[in-house]
């Protein structure tokens, strides 16, 4: 517990729509605990604080940071699990003197959020997830479930947006709406929670929620109001959606206790996934809402918010006491749930879905984690969806099980007493929860929830029975597993149940009797049921007890009508149907049980057993007894769980008797309709040629009779017409919903019956076609969009498998893809709600499009087309999915727009389905490789003695699949780049990047290379025996990563208990992408899923797959090694669908997310891409690459032999240099540049077009290995030569850009630390080289220049930037003063020009320097990147401005050397200000920021480009005396008391700043300009001058006036104005007068 409460919070949030901004005011109430309080520590991890008060004295405040790699990780991906009880990361230190209670003030904001609190489609949410976390990242606090307040919550918004009401939506209830006090467009709403409340369950929506309504009905009465808010308009919408609301208010309120709160509200935001629930307010997504006449979509969006309403006691309310409680919060909730369900929609809906979600559970509990368990931390996503399922069912099971085993009293009873409990702030426990139980009905629950809370796995029964006559009793024998019986995780261990399981006989009589069974923990267990009535047999094969049994089913169907409401006289004899009339028997094909085996039925002495009659097990039964008597249980059964086991047993069980019972249930009204949909999908399965197809027939016959005209000849021979003629389908009717999800059912049977073709009979496929093409929905008051999504779904199902679906021609009358196109056009024209027809169509043609390989189906410009950002998100979901399935992850241009989809800030729930399709093709290409690799066979070492060693051939294919398919992502350096930029990205959306955050871990073992790995204990190893075909000598030859030696095994770490988040890191090399390459011959079409493997065969020339042992051994822990990163072909280079030049979307440079043309605007350009390109805003696609073969590197003059008095490096500069590269290739952001650029691997095809002399690190070891390397300055040029080319390819700010300058940086410091640049410093030029050599080249003597090349084939190279340079200074050479030998002329020139004396100011250097200068100013934002007309809301910015220009594109020209003069430069300033007051009126923001930015450029201009003589002012040298001077200036700025915010680089993540290079473009400090001073590379004094001007620019851009940083910053202005006074080199820096 703290050391303080806080008893009251006061909160304003002041926000900017436009940037994305939020300022904050906060004020906590705290109440000390201990006597005497000098630290407060807050929750604080997004918000930027600015100051803080503690009852109103200014106080000191200083922020918890990331310091490794690791931590970020930890942040980054929440794999912590000490967010519950954390202390907090901001620590504000308590002024002397002050005691009792306290004050707190803390200002701050926050700057373009991406997690907790979000900015999409022009509203701002919070991602409130009801557990600590979420309210941390938007206002600093206390984020803690155990620590409640009161708050008040006040939010200035803009009156309006875009011409739309702004409305502000929060917790709590709404007190008053004024306007703001100094500004009328302004507005402010205050919202008061007066109920002691966590602030992790606090949040708020606000935007133009235009739709907004009031509910009525009792429920609303009780809660104080409910309230619906929607976009768009769309209250109509919101409130059908939400008109069950107060119906869930009502009943919860009176079932289980009041409502917590003052009123309810729920918002519906666009693009939101799931459900966000908060104090008394529900966040929605607009998937679920509906108008009034949609029916699908109704039910859902019922089950949904009843959840939510539920979830408003057990959520917001009450919370979790501890990680391992919170499975006990959404079990409650969802058993709320289900008891709303069965008051809202009936028992049998509860009990339907209830057994739904055990076999569910069942299925899905395999390898699963308990519900509660010690050290839990936060659930996963998957933990999550696995909880929500399995959590109510283990309660319900619980509830029964106190029902009947104590005083009639369940968790009815016990719920109530939970929320009096918690009205104190008490969180809810499990050991709590069970004592309450124990308390309430007298039954102890710890056995029950030991074997169903604290432990895994559900039972699997295998029942069997047996009639004794002599005893008259059924013998039951029952068989126990668990489904974890073949589980391989550590915590999922097989268990055997104990418990009461109710057994019902129906006997002879008609009566059923039940059978308590006592379960044991036993594997078998036999128990005998005594038989109630004398013994004789049931006379099952004479007509009268034929007609009996059906009067009698009837009779149980006619009490379910009369239950529902039904009187329609055509159902009261479905049970009898066929059975009297001869010709409807002949027509429709009736077999009556017993027509064609009457001996077994004769012989059975009970109708039917059930097992488990009261549904009180989640278990797998498998039970079996003849099909007759699962015939009479469906009958004559009114349970609706019973029938569903009917209906599921006879599916399997075919036999015509069978199939006219299912079509019975199937045309019977009476029966529940969700058994009848499942009786018409189990006709589906007796559709067989065994059978006749008796299934299709009765189907057939069915929909016609019921969901189709009559024929012209009268309804009298209908049933007489063959099923194959066609018939037209009656209009819409949807009144009776039981009937439209049987018609729903009974086409999608249709479309699942197979023929000898692979494909849905003709009969079926002309009805489906029909039901498609003859739509009328003129009369239906509901809409027929799902129902023609469904339909468009169930075509592309009929024809899906067909091998003959090439063949057939497009204007037949079964042609789907016809009818599929039609739809799509037609929705497009008349969109149906969310676009469902249009989903449904591009879903049915991607699935085509993947099985029918021999038909080109898949259009990639419609697709793109479709994933346009201008789309729906249902839309562009299932578009980018096609995408990624066709394309893969291959393709350059196609792994680059999947990560920009991924993070994209407007994505929303795209970007994280984008990520989620990443995450899932991985998993779908390690399988494949799983397939491929069935020859790995695990052998354990430890054999039983005598016994043979165990296989397991399953496991060895997964997991040596996942180990090639690793080791072939770990060579793609692209991919991996990508990714990791992806990660870091602070536009990601939180979800997406954990996803990628994950997959990058798994894959490229990201882990804190500063921290070594702690030493490990004995471990398990796999060792790999390679037979003797593997040392093949045409294999290419690799080394393992793991150690030096050629021979060392593979040693894959296998842990017995499971892993820790830290532990795993220190399992994992310290390297990226260092894994070996995959043991056999991989298949490149295997990129995508769509790819099915075919049988393997042999090549021509190639070996067949290497046989490969894996042994386990325990091993030694050993160090981790490096070795060089192995150059092979990336599986991952080819797609078997490779995207054409020009159908990958561009990449927007605004905000780097994806934009895709129409898709007859699709240029047919590819994307020019850096080495190892990355997604961001400065890609683009500049002209298409020709058709000629890549280029490679231009071939370089073979060396020379050397002198004779050159004799290479020395051993110990050898070492040196041998360390210094040892350095550099351990450090993480190296491995772009280990291995020379391959054009077609990296996808750059202009990279030797603009890199004339390429250079890596692998190509310099290799020189150093062959002593081609005369002195140490031939290896520093070519080192530098590796940053310079890198530099001179990627953009400023890019990924691959930064890590060059990461590796560069270290690569200076380890170059001075090991003496290597004091070694070349002590080297100098004699005079009479430099005039000999200077001879040489008057003379014309090319032989000697041309073997001063060869001989130095890896020098710097000179640019034709250098070459402008020289051209425009002064020829006037320097006399060297050095006396060694150096007969190098490209060296001469470098010296000459590191040492020529400036006469006149270079006017390219000036103009960067003006350009730097305006970009660093606050009235520059609006003028950086291009405008965008569609993102900034100016559609008609294009038809004014016809010359546009901006900063951005100024800045790359002139790097690019595209001014030939100052004025050229001038020119282009002054275009963008121009534009900027054609288009902007006076006195708007925009024109006001041009004229101050106007202002600016002239004053800079006129300081840098005119001089006292009116040219450029002359630029002093930067000499020794200069540097000196520098040096001397720069100490005594870092030595003043506030240069502490400019000595280092800005880390935004460590300084919670993650927009800082969003806004600060040319970042700069004082530690690198001391860099750039010992590296010499300033050539002026005005350089320097420059950059120091440079820091205090961005200081003013980034920090508030009035901040701490800012007045630091004018400290500084100050004192270097002062210090450069004094040398006269103030005129350069910018002094306000």
Not at 1201 to 1218: C, F, M, N
Not at 1405 to 1430: G, H, I, T, W
């Amino acid at each position: 517990m703290s050391d303080f409460g806080v008893t009251h919070q006061l909160v304003t949030l002041d926000i900017d729509f436009e940037r994305q901004l939020v300022r904050g005011i906060t004020e906590l109430s705290i109440e000390p605990r201990v006597s005497s309080l000098g630290t407060i520590r807050l929750h604080c991890e997004r918000p930027v604080v600015r100051s803080v008060w503690v009852n109103g004295q200014t106080a000191e405040f200083r922020r918890q940071q990331v310091k490794t790699r690791r931590q970020l990780v930890h942040k980054l991906l929440r794999t912590g699990d000490d967010t519950l009880h954390d202390e907090g990361d901001l620590e504000i230190t308590v002024p002397l003197g002050q005691a009792g209670s306290l004050k707190v003030r803390i200002e701050y904001y926050v700057v373009r959020p991406q997690s907790g609190l979000v900015f999409r489609g022009g509203i701002v949410y919070t991602e409130t997830r009801v557990n600590p976390s979420s309210a941390r990242r938007w206002v600093p606090c206390l984020d803690d479930m155990g620590e409640r307040s009161t708050w008040d919550l006040f939010f200035v918004v803009p009156a309006s947006v875009g011409g739309e009401a702004v409305t502000a939506v929060a917790s709590g209830e709404l007190s008053s709406v004024v306007p703001h006090p100094h500004d009328v467009a302004r507005r402010v709403v205050r919202y008061i929670v007066s109920t002691a409340t966590a602030a992790c369950t606090l949040g708020f929506a606000a935007g133009p929620l235009t739709g907004a309504c009031a509910l009525g009905g009792a429920g609303a009465e009780a809660a104080g109001g409910v309230f619906a808010f929607a976009p768009g308009g769309r209250a109509a919408d919101a409130q059908a959606t939400c008109a069950v609301v107060p119906e869930a208010l009502d009943f919860y309120a009176r079932e289980f206790g009041a409502y917590p709160y003052a009123t309810y509200k729920v918002v519906f935001v666009e693009g939101l996934a799931g459900v966000v629930t908060c104090a008394a307010l529900t966040l929605v997504g607009t998937d679920v809402l509906h108008g009034s006449r949609e029916i699908e979509a109704a039910y859902e969006a019922r089950r949904v918010l009843g959840l939510a309403v539920a979830r408003q006691w057990f959520g917001a309310f009450v919370g979790a006491a501890a990680w391992g409680d919170q499975w006990l919060v959404a079990g409650l909730a969802g058993f709320m749930a289900a008891q709303f369900v069965r008051h809202h929609l009936g028992a049998n809906e509860q009990r339907y879905r209830l057994k739904r979600d055990m076999a569910r559970m069942c299925h899905a509990d395999v390898n699963q984690k308990p519900l509660s368990y010690p050290q839990q931390g936060p659930w996963e996503a998957g933990e999550a969806a696995f909880a929500e399922v399995k959590a109510p069912v283990v309660l319900y099971m619980l509830d029964r099980r106190m029902v009947k085993g104590g005083v009639s009293v369940g968790l009815q009873r016990v719920v109530p007493g939970v929320l009096v409990a918690a009205t104190g702030g008490a969180a809810v426990d499990t050991a709590g929860f069970l004592r309450t139980c124990r308390r309430v009905s007298g039954v102890d629950a710890s056995a029950f929830a030991a074997q169903w809370v604290f432990a895994s796995g559900c039972p699997v029964f295998h029942v069997g029975y047996a009639f004794n006559r002599k005893k008259l009793a059924v013998e039951i024998t029952l068989h126990q597993e668990s489904t974890n019986a073949r589980a391989t995780a550590p915590w999922a261990r097989a268990q055997l149940f104990a418990g009461q399981m109710t057994a019902r006989i129906r006997e002879a009589d008609g009566t059923p009797y039940e059978h308590v069974l006592d379960i044991r923990r036993e594997h078998v267990g036999r128990f005998e049921v005594q038989f109630n009535t004398k013994y004789k047999r049931i006379r099952r094969s004479t007509r009268r007890f034929h007609m009996r049994q059906m009067a009698a089913a009837a009779e149980e169907l006619n009490i379910n009508a009369e239950v529902l409401g039904l009187d329609d006289e055509d159902d009261s004899n479905i049970a009898l149907f066929g059975a009297e009339n001869a010709a409807e028997k002949r027509d429709w094909r009736v077999v009556e049980w017993g027509e064609d085996d009457e001996e077994s039925l004769a012989s059975a002495t009970f109708e039917w057993i059930r097992m488990d009659s009261d549904l009180e097990w989640a278990c797998v039964m498998h039970f079996e007894q003849p099909d007759f008597m699962w015939a009479a249980q469906l009958q004559k059964d009114r349970d609706v769980v019973a029938q569903l086991d009917a209906v599921d047993a006879l599916q399997h069980l075919p036999s015509a008797a069978a199939a006219t019972t299912l079509m019975r249930t199937v045309m019977d009204a009476r029966v529940f309709y969700r058994v009848r949909a499942d009786a018409a999908l189990a006709l589906a399965r007796l559709a067989t040629p065994e059978l006749a197809w008796i299934g299709l027939h009765h189907l057939a016959k069915i929909y016609k009779r019921r969901f189709c005209l009559p024929p012209r000849a009268g309804e009298d021979r209908a049933d007489a017409e063959d099923i194959s003629a066609p018939r037209l389908p009656r209009p819409n009717n949807f009144a009776n919903i039981g009937e439209y999800f049987t018609q729903l059912a009974v086409a999608a049977a249709l479309s699942n019956v197979r023929d000898r073709h692979g494909e849905a009979p003709l009969p079926a496929r002309r009805l489906l076609l029909a039901t498609a093409r003859y739509n009328d929905n003129s009369e239906n008051v509901f809409s027929d969009a799902r129902f023609l999504a469904a339909l468009v779904r169930m075509l592309a199902n009929c024809v899906v498998a067909s091998n003959q679906f090439a063949e057939r021609a497009v204007g037949a009358d079964d042609a789907v893809l016809f009818e599929i196109e039609r739809l799509r056009r037609a929705d497009a024209l008349v969109p149906s709600p969310h676009s469902v027809v249009t989903c449904a169509c591009l879903d049915a043609l991607t699935r085509l499009s993947v099985v029918q390989r021999t038909h080109a189906l898949f259009n990639p410009l419609l697709f793109c087309a479709m994933a346009d950002a201008q789309a729906g998100v249902a839309v562009r979901e299932h578009a980018v999915g096609a995408l990624m399935l066709h394309w893969g992850l291959g393709d350059a241009r196609a792994a680059r727009y999947f990560a920009a989809v991924a993070s994209d800030e407007r994505g929303g729930r795209v970007s994280e389905t984008a990520a989620r399709f990443v995450l899932a093709l991985t998993v779908v290409r390690a399988m494949a490789y799983g397939k491929q690799h069935s020859s790995l066979l695990f052998q354990e070492q430890q054999q039983k003695q005598g016994g043979a060693p165990e296989h397991i051939d399953t496991d060895a294919r997964l997991v040596g699949g996942l180990e090639s398919f690793i080791d072939s992502l770990g060579d793609s350096r692209e991919l991996q780049t990508i990714m990791a930029s992806a990660v870091h990205d602070s536009a990601l959306a939180a979800h997406a990047r954990r996803l990628l955050g994950l997959l990058h871990m798994l894959v490229y073992q990201v882990v804190d290379s500063s921290v070594p790995p702690p030493t490990a204990g004995q471990r398990k190893k796999l060792k790999i025996k390679m037979g003797a075909r593997s040392r093949n000598r045409n294999k290419p030859h690799v080394r393992n990563a793991s150690s030096g030696s050629d021979d060392t095994p593979l040693a894959l770490a296998v842990a017995d208990e499971p892993l820790d988040i830290d532990d795993s890191f220190a399992l994992l090399p310290q390297i990226a992408g260092t894994r070996p390459p995959a043991l056999v011959v991989e298949d490149e079409r295997m990129n995508s899923p769509a790819y099915e493997p075919l049988a393997e065969t042999k090549p021509e020339g190639v070996d067949p797959p290497v046989r490969v042992k894996l042994k386990l051994k325990l091993a030694k822990p050993r160090s981790p090694s490096v070795s060089t990163l192995p150059r092979i072909s990336s599986p991952l280079a080819h797609v078997p669908a490779e995207p054409p030049a020009g159908q990958v979307p561009r990449v927007s440079q605004v905000s780097g997310a994806a934009q895709i043309p129409p898709a007859a605007q699709v240029p047919l350009t590819a994307p020019k891409t850096p080495a190892v390109p990355v997604p961001g805003p400065e890609l683009k696609s500049p002209k298409a690459p020709s058709k000629s073969k890549p280029r490679t590197p231009k071939a370089k003059p073979a060396p020379a032999k050397p002198a004779p008095e050159v004799t290479g490096l020395t051993s110990d500069q050898r070492k040196a240099v041998h360390r210094v590269l040892r350095k550099l290739g351990r450090h993480p952001s190296a491995f772009p540049f280990m291995v020379p650029v391959d054009v077609v691997r990296d996808g750059c095809p202009t990279y030797y077009d603009i890199v004339q002399e390429p250079m890596d690190l692998g190509t310099i070891r290799q020189r150093l290995d062959a002593n081609a390397y005369a002195r140490v300055s031939d290896v520093e040029r070519d080192l530098r030569l590796v940053f310079s080319n890198c530099s001179l390819f990627n953009p400023p700010q890019t990924p691959v850009y930064n890590m060059g300058k990461d590796v560069e940086s270290v690569f200076i410091a380890e170059w001075d630390k090991c003496g290597l640049s004091r070694e070349l410093a002590d080297t100098h030029i004699g005079t009479g080289e430099v005039k000999q050599a200077g001879d040489a080249k008057k003379a014309g003597d090319t032989k000697t220049s041309g073997e001063a090349k060869a001989k130095r084939a890896g020098d710097t190279p000179t640019s034709e930037a250098k070459k402008a340079r020289r051209a425009s200074k002064n020829k006037t050479k320097a006399k060297p003063s050095g006396a060694d030998e150096l007969d190098d002329p490209d060296a001469i020139m470098a010296y000459l020009d590191d040492h020529a004396q400036v006469t006149e100011g270079d006017w390219r250097l000036a103009c960067r320097r003006v350009l730097q200068q305006l970009q660093a100013q606050p009235s520059a934002l609006e003028f950086m990147a291009p405008v965008d007309p569609v993102k900034q809301g100016v559609p008609t910015y294009f038809d004014i401005v016809k010359n546009p220009m901006d900063l951005g594109t100024i800045r790359k020209r002139l790097e690019r050397s595209h001014y030939t003069s100052p004025d050229q430069f001038r020119d282009d300033i002054m275009l963008v200000l121009d534009n900027c007051f054609l288009f902007n009126p006076p006195d708007t923001f925009v024109h006001t920021q041009g004229r101050a930015l106007q202002l600016v450029f002239e004053r800079v201009w006129a300081q840098q480009m005119h001089g006292p003589t009116g040219g450029i002012p002359p630029d002093l040298p930067m000499d020794d005396a200069a540097v000196d001077r520098a040096r001397s200036i720069l100490a005594r700025l870092k030595r003043d008391e506030s240069a502490w915010p400019f000595v280092r680089p800005v880390d935004p993540v460590a300084l919670g700043v993650p927009t800082y290079f969003d806004i600060v473009k040319n970042p700069m400090d004082l530690s690198t300009i001391q860099k750039r001073l010992a590296k010499r590379a300033y050539k002026c004094v005005a350089d320097f001058v420059a950059d120091i001007q440079l820091i205090i620019d961005d200081c003013f851009l980034f920090n508030l006036p009035g901040s701490p940083v800012n007045a630091c910053g004018m400290a500084l202005r100050d004192l270097a104005a002062s210090l450069l006074r004094q040398d006269n080199w103030v005129q350069w820096l910018s002094v306000p007068s």
